[in-house]
């Protein structure tokens, strides 16, 4: 079980969006329907995962992966026990080994795309006009000393809201952009990064923005690692490319 964002294993946070890999889960893959309106079921392609007995709130289901969310709420609880329970064509029944699962406030990972270690970040340039989308980040489209970025992370746990909507697992946030609850850090390059914000967006789940910026004396580097940290918890390294603003 990993991190679906780093692809690390470890200890959870609340609302953490995990990876089952490596098992006989499946006959067939199944995605939870496209419907932003309604929870993720708890049951694809006759299977369940089960944490702490509860049924998880899933993504996708594979052979040999399932992609699930984690509740909000542990409440006193410091580790969970997660198996997966699957049910055959022909009527039978199998369960996997029960793990134990530690229990924590803050695990956060950073997002990137497939490839070795340190892989390259999912990241947003800052829109022209500062709201909005920005254009991704890319090896041809470089970012810049000075210039803030967006990139995406899980695990980052429960958030400040001032609404009083908080988030449910398996159910997009319907609550307002919220703060975290435990605030981070950043490095860039080596170099102390500010984070400009760090929020679970009306609409996400699981998932939270973070935008950083890029410290202004950074050099160029085509592979610049970034990582994130919350209190003593640090989130794997990924990279974005950094040119010189001077051509």
């Known amino acids: 079980m990993v991190n679906a964002a780093s692809l690390k294993p470890g200890p959870v946070a609340p609302g953490t969006l995990i990876n089952i890999e490596n098992g006989n889960f499946a006959a067939r893959t199944q995605n939870a329907p496209d419907d932003s309106n309604e929870p ?65 406030a803050v695990s956060p990972g950073l997002f990137a795309f497939p490839g070795k270690d340190p892989r390259v970040a999912m990241g947003l340039h800052r829109a022209n006009d500062g709201e909005g989308t920005g254009t991704p980040i890319t090896t041809e489209e470089e970012t810049k000393p000075g210039e803030i970025v967006t990139l995406w992370a899980a695990g980052l746990g429960q958030v400040a809201s001032e609404s009083g909507v908080q988030p449910a697992a398996g ?77």
């Open 40 to 104: 993720l079921p708890t049951k694809l392609a006759g299977v369940k995962v089960f944490f702490n007995g509860i049924a998880l709130p899933l993504l996708s289901v594979s052979e040999t992966q399932v992609r699930a969310q984690v509740p909000y709420e542990f409440g006193d609880a410091t580790a969970a026990s997660l198996y997966v329970r699957s049910e055959r064509a022909d009527g039978a029944v199998s369960t996997t080994n029960p793990i134990a699962v530690p229990l924590v």
């Open 171 to 247: 159910t997009p946030y319907r609550g307002p952009d919220s703060p975290l609850m435990n605030p981070g850090t950043a490095t860039i390059g080596g170099i102390s990064a500010s984070v400009d914000s760090a929020n679970l967006t009306s609409g996400a789940l699981g998932i939270y923005e973070v935008r950083l910026l890029v410290p202004p004396d950074l050099p160029p580097d085509s592979k610049t690692p970034v990582s994130i940290s919350q209190g003593e918890s640090t989130s794997n390294t990924v990279t974005i490319p950094v040119r010189n603003t001077i051509q």
